[in-house]
């Protein structure tokens, strides 16, 4: 929200009046404050009553307050930052200064209160408001603006005013100079045990990131994985997907009963989770059993004799650890990030370390910074490279995949590559 006069924002429940005048505040449905013995007399000097709080000023000290809020205030500035852009946000500011100049904006600061229980002081409000003031720019047209720390105190002390010091938005800029949360040094991969059989098939299951929605086939990770796996190390292999777009974890099994027994080392790709995420559909017991039955059909030696590998993904985080850019909604937002490393670590991860059959790769922790808060957006991992590899806010772009693919491939060159090939030559 923007403060035209964050007062009566709270008070009369107006975002600001576009004649410069605001209601009264008993035209707004508010208990006007009694009228005090100095209300009519000589003006309230506002830095004299800055130790006061704002449920406690009588009808004088609050219209001083109003007035000296409407003086630090350029009216012009709610126009601009409407805009999409910074230049389209300072001509807006020019055009509104040519038509009604830059004088401070004229309230009705008459007969209003703030209501009780607002802990804020005169002088904690206003340094809140010239803090906001100095975010509220076109510089920050369209970015999402924190509620600033000079507001933190106002916005604890009378909640009314949170509303009205905070704006939803996409990240702003980072600085990669001030950086102050680097992507974390982790290992990506979990679970190798030492060389794998050369496969015969490569096998693709899971959801739309796994089925490629987002892309054309030629950018397509796992059809790029299956390619590497073809050109460097089984010529013979056989790619097949049974991805589809939509798919819950709960529907693994019944993908992997697509998939034909017969010989040969067989190799099953897996990206699921995400659309149970989107949907709230918390289902652990579920997830777990839907996990075991897959494993299961692969491991099953009268349907595949020669073995089954099993390579996983987890979820990366869409949005950095940030808030959503579009503002929220169905999505895997800040709230859900702890719960997502959890369920990558119970249900991909964990297997990895438990199974002699499974390597993992965390796509959520070489993911971070290049989310849909990567690039200029970059939040709060900022740094030199913040490509963005997401296409649609939630599914991978072509770099993003290709980055996926050559962090797989890397791992499939280990598990099958030289070293292994002489070891298996021996």
Request: with cysteine.
């Amino acid at each position: 929200m923007i403060r035209a006069s964050a007062l009566f924002v709270v008070s009369l429940g107006v975002v600001g009046c576009s004649d410069g005048k605001a209601a009264s505040s008993a035209d707004a449905g508010v208990m006007p404050v009694d009228v005090r013995a100095d209300a009519g007399l000589s003006p309230v000097d506002v830095h004299s009553i800055g130790s006061k709080r704002l449920d406690s000023l009588n009808e004088a000290q609050a219209e001083a307050l109003c007035k000296e809020d409407a003086r630090r205030y350029d009216p012009c500035i709610q126009q601009g930052v409407l805009k999409q852009t910074a230049a389209e946000c300072m001509s807006a500011i020019d055009a509104c200064h040519g038509t009604v100049g830059e004088a401070p904006a004229e309230f009705d600061c008459r007969r209003y209160d703030l209501g009780a229980d607002c802990n804020v002081t005169v002088d904690d409000y206003l340094a809140c408001v010239d803090a906001w003031d100095a975010e509220n720019t076109c510089d920050n047209v369209g970015y999402y603006l924190a509620t600033p720390d000079a507001c933190r105190s106002v916005v604890t002390g009378c909640p009314r005013f949170a509303r009205v010091f905070y704006r939803d938005g996409k990240p702003p800029p980072c600085d990669p100079s001030a950086v102050t949360s680097p992507r974390p040094d982790t290992n990506v991969f979990y679970g190798y045990d030492g060389c794998r059989p050369i496969p015969s098939r490569f096998v693709i299951l899971g959801d739309s990131i796994a089925a490629c929605a987002a892309v054309t086939q030629d950018d397509c990770g796992p059809l790029l994985i299956g390619k590497h796996l073809q050109e460097a190390i089984a010529p013979e292999l056989v790619v097949e997907s049974h991805a589809v777009s939509g798919a819950l974890v709960a529907d693994l099994p019944g993908q992997a009963a697509q998939v034909a027994g017969g010989p040969g080392p067989i190799v099953v790709w897996v990206q699921i989770i995400g659309n149970d995420l989107i949907l709230r559909h918390n289902d652990p017991d579920g997830w777990s059993a839907a996990f075991q039955t897959t494993f299961d059909y692969f491991t099953d030696a009268k349907r595949f004799p020669d073995g089954a590998t099993f390579l996983l993904n987890t979820q990366y985080s869409p949005y950095d650890q940030c808030p959503d850019p579009a503002g929220g909604g169905a999505s895997i937002s800040v709230a859900d990030d702890q719960a997502l490393q959890q369920i990558n670590q119970s249900f991909f991860i964990q297997p990895a370390e438990q199974r002699p059959d499974t390597v993992t790769y965390d796509e959520y922790a070489d993911w971070l910074g290049h989310g849909d808060n990567a690039n200029v957006r970059g939040c709060p991992y900022c740094g030199a490279d913040n490509t963005s590899w997401i296409a649609d806010g939630i599914h991978p772009n072509a770099a993003g995949y290709a980055h996926v693919a050559s962090r797989w491939d890397a791992e499939l060159d280990r598990m099958y590559g030289k070293s292994c090939a002489d070891t298996r030559d021996e």
